[in-house]
């Protein structure tokens, strides 16, 4: 009884505290609110720990066995690297920003650009399974959104069509964003009202 009454109701009252410091920002509440949160976060930090000692084991497990040793080697000094640069300098030192601005950036970059064209490979096998209206639209809005990326001055017309096609992918985006906030806001309710338990055996 213990293991669901007490993980719920305290789940429940810390969300309500929280919910209301945000919405009546008046002392005690918003003090309560910021404690609540720091104390989130303290959290999700320890979480993050367990994760990165558990990135560390099961690596270091491949490295033992003899699978994939190049890969997890890397991945190891990679992230041993990145948290003695962070621990040395700091998250804002000059070595862990050049890191994050000439690695990180770049490397994401290259990722973004490798999607499009995954996206463009899988539209061309996809017509040679099935050709139809909706796989030749993906295919050639995937060739106007990778060539709307390359910075080349286009016709006036051509313009026209990738302005139009931007427009709507950030309408897009906006309403996947909104789609997020309301699942977030819908999952933040269950868990107040009790509906959903996710810290309990239930």
Known sequence: MFKRTIPTASAMLAGILVLLGTLIPVRPLSDIRFVLIRWAV??????LLL???NLLRVHLG???DGKHKIGSLLIILSFLASLGLVLWQGAGGEWPQY???YVLVPGEAALLALTGLTLLLAGIRAMQTRRNVGTLLFVGLTILFLFATIPYIYPPLLQTILQLLNTLAMS???GLAIG?????TLTG???ILGTDRPHSDE
């Open 51 to 53: 994760a990165s000692i």
């Open 99 to 101: 890191f994050l601005h």
């Open 189 to 191: 309710l269950r868990v």
């Open 62 to 64: 491949r490295l033992r």
């Open 180 to 184: 997020v906030a309301l699942g977030i």
């Open 172 to 174: 897009g985006t906006r």
């Open 42 to 47: 303290l959290l999700s930090a320890f979480a």
